[in-house]
């Protein structure tokens, strides 16, 4: 049986308001095509499939066209868990639609879901809370699959300690979700492929800027002697950097997010993961890079020239850019707007001026009105010079506050 992992997709979400629903589309066409071309039978999403509880209808119509086309009629299995991202209810709620395509949505800890078969083949021959077996066309072996959503208290609807303690909300967490995955593998046979698919944060895991923490001060870390050793493979989703899991005690990977939505994630590669299992025997597993999507790059200009002249190689102009530049002055206003417009993917503008202290005409600036003050300093944070509506706000929230507004007003 030929399974493929993936998670994290983060529909919907957008870079400093810019739209990344291009780039999706363009990670679920190299899916699709992925899928086809390396023969896969069952295709797991590790939660987080959208950015937000209610996300864009556009993101919504991406997931449901991507379900479509990865089921492949139905002769494909999928299963997709809900993430700390999802909504739990709106994930579950296309079940019923769901089941004639081979498709298994699961929203909460330890849900069932009914059994049946699909107008293509796939069949949930057996379910119960939290895990379902699956026959698949194609595969003489059957699939068990324990499905952990993400299991904060509220959606397990139980609270796991009364002691307001870091070190005893981790443990009682961790034996908590060890409980859940140990039920979960008592279901798994000899003769079947074992897998786990969940949405947690294992410890010891490597984070990045982009994820929303699901834990705090690392009560909700589960420790990886939780994970049953019973399985072919563990499926992991929520944290957006790929890695494996060291102190498994089977083959356990983050398949990471399709795209980097942080520029932390700058020049990091992104992948999916295929494992390749059959009952008795150990899973293989390997990691296909993926192609899609606009890279992040952060650029250190040494001038507003060379960065021009890193602009003029057109490989340059088909990323997101976070930009430093080192200059003498403040950016002017037509500067900044230049550097857009030649630029689209320009995020953030950050221009380093040399240490000291401002100057005007010779004048300290303590000793300036206080409008000209306020523009020097709102030029230092900007990088250029901020435009006269901010200025005319400053002053009116001055006058508000009977500050000294009137200083530096030129009708004054």
């Not at 399974?3 to 363009?26: F, K, M, V």
């Not at 929203?107 to 809370?129: F, I, N, T």
């Not at 420790?223 to 957006?240: I, N």
């Not at 299992?277 to 606009?294: F, H, I, M, Q, Y």
């Amino acid at each position: 049986m030929r399974i493929l992992h993936t998670s994290d997709w983060h529909l919907g979400r957008t870079l400093e308001g810019r739209s990344r629903l291009e780039e999706q589309a363009e990670f679920i066409d190299e899916l699709c095509d992925l899928v086809a071309a390396e023969g896969i039978h069952l295709i797991v999403i590790a939660g987080d499939i959208f950015d937000a509880y209610n996300p864009p209808a556009e993101a919504e119509n991406l997931f449901f066209e991507a379900l479509e086309r990865l089921s492949g009629g139905g002769k494909r299995a999928v299963v997709a868990i809900a993430g700390n991202h999802d909504s739990p209810e709106r994930l579950r709620a296309s079940n019923p639609l769901a089941l004639p395509h081979g498709i298994c949505l699961v929203g909460y800890p330890l849900e069932e879901l009914p059994a049946g078969r699909g107008r293509g083949g796939v069949e949930r021959v057996a379910c119960g809370p939290g895990w379902l077996e699956l026959k698949i066309p194609g595969c003489e072996e059957h699939v068990v699959v324990g499905c952990l959503a993400y299991p904060s208290e509220a959606r397990l609807n139980e609270a796991l300690t009364r002691v307001l303690d870091d070190n005893r909300l981790q443990q009682a967490y961790s034996e908590r979700v060890r409980g859940i995955l140990q039920g979960v593998a008592a279901r798994f046979r000899s003769d079947t492929v074992n897998l786990v698919v969940s949405h947690l944060y294992m410890a010891g895991g490597r984070e990045a800027e982009s994820e929303r923490p699901i834990q705090l001060g690392g009560a909700l870390a589960v420790d990886a002697r939780a994970l049953p050793a019973s399985a072919h493979y563990v499926a992991l989703g929520h944290l957006h950097r790929p890695q494996g899991v060291e102190a498994a005690p089977v083959p356990c990977r983050y398949a990471g997010s399709p795209l980097a939505y942080s520029f932390s994630e700058t020049d990091q590669p992104k992948e999916v993961v295929i494992v390749e299992a059959r009952p008795g025997a150990e899973a293989s597993v390997s990691r296909v890079p993926l192609g899609c999507g606009r890279p992040l790059k952060t650029w250190r200009a040494s001038s507003l020239e060379e960065f021009w002249t890193w602009c003029r190689d057109r490989e340059n102009l088909r990323c997101w850019v976070d930009l430093e530049i080192k200059a003498t002055e403040p950016l002017l206003p037509q500067e900044v707007a230049e550097i857009r417009g030649r630029h689209p993917g320009v995020v953030n503008i950050r221009v380093v001026l040399p240490e000291g202290e401002e100057r005007v005409s010779g004048f300290r600036r303590e000793g300036l009105p206080i409008k000209e003050q306020f523009r020097l300093f709102a030029a230092r944070q900007l990088g250029y010079d901020p435009p006269a509506e901010l200025v005319d706000l400053f002053l009116e929230l001055l006058d508000l506050n009977g500050g000294p507004a009137g200083e530096g007003r030129e009708d004054a």
